[in-house]
């Protein structure tokens, strides 16, 4: 029980990767907070968790807002106290060829991929920071932030964004 009495809240946990990291951290201990844009997913998440005797809750949560980020925030700390951990792994995914990326595809992506993960990354650390005990950001990208893939440069282009945030986000520039 590695995480045992730690709060984790993982972005996009309703499905796929997402919820493979929320039930594995429930399983080593960890009250899970399964943020999802998809509630029924989530509460889905939330059941398979409760099930295995584990701790969580879902939480509706579109990190493409910004009211939503500080809501979820505010009512992660209102019902478990504190968030430790963030597992940063919300994100939406396209394809198609470069001369039919549309303004409106490429904002999307932006939107989820990159400003999403940043500005829930910027909320949660100042919680952290003010808390005054610390914590931990992980902040899932892709090989596709290394190099280039046919039909998906609008993706590629998120996941090297990411890449960089996670080197660059206390490059020097202290958090507290």
Same mark, same amino acid.
């Given at each position: 029980?590695?995480?045992?009495?730690?709060?984790?809240?993982?972005?996009? #946990?309703?499905?796929? $990767?997402?919820? /493979?990291? +929320?039930?594995?951290?429930?399983?080593?201990?960890?009250?899970?907070? $399964?943020?999802?844009?998809?509630?029924?997913?989530?509460?889905?998440?939330?059941?398979?968790?409760? /099930?295995? &005797?584990?701790?969580? @809750?879902?939480?509706?949560?579109?990190?493409?807002?910004?009211?939503?980020? =500080?809501?979820?925030?505010?009512?992660?700390?209102?019902?478990?106290?504190? $968030?430790?951990?963030?597992?940063?792994?919300?994100?939406?995914? =396209?394809?198609?060829?470069?001369?039919?990326?549309?303004?409106?595809?490429? &904002?999307?992506?932006?939107?989820?991929?990159?400003?999403?993960?940043? @500005?829930?990354?910027?909320?949660?650390?100042?919680?952290?920071?003010?808390?005054? #005990?610390?914590?931990?950001?992980?902040?899932?990208?892709?090989?596709?932030?290394?190099?280039? $893939? +046919?039909?998906?440069?609008?993706?590629?282009?998120?996941?090297?964004?990411?890449? #960089?945030?996670?080197?660059?986000?206390?490059?020097?520039?202290?958090?507290?």
């Amino acid at each position: 029980m590695r995480l045992a009495g730690k709060v984790a809240v993982v972005t996009g #946990s309703g499905r796929g $990767i997402g919820r /493979a990291i +929320a039930t594995r951290y429930a399983a080593e201990g960890a009250c899970c907070v $399964i943020a999802d844009i998809d509630q029924a997913a989530a509460e889905r998440t939330a059941g398979e968790i409760a /099930a295995r &005797d584990g701790q969580g @809750f879902a939480l509706h949560f579109d990190v493409a807002r910004q009211s939503a980020i =500080d809501d979820m925030v505010e009512a992660v700390v209102a019902r478990a106290g504190r $968030i430790d951990i963030l597992v940063n792994n919300a994100g939406v995914f =396209d394809m198609g060829p470069m001369l039919e990326i549309t303004r409106e595809r490429w &904002d999307r992506l932006f939107d989820v991929n990159v400003k999403g993960l940043f @500005f829930t990354l910027q909320a949660v650390a100042r919680h952290m920071v003010e808390r005054g #005990s610390g914590g931990k950001v992980i902040n899932l990208a892709s090989q596709a932030g290394r190099h280039g $893939i +046919a039909m998906v440069l609008d993706y590629c282009a998120t996941k090297v964004a990411v890449v #960089s945030i996670t080197q660059n986000v206390d490059g020097g520039n202290r958090l507290n």
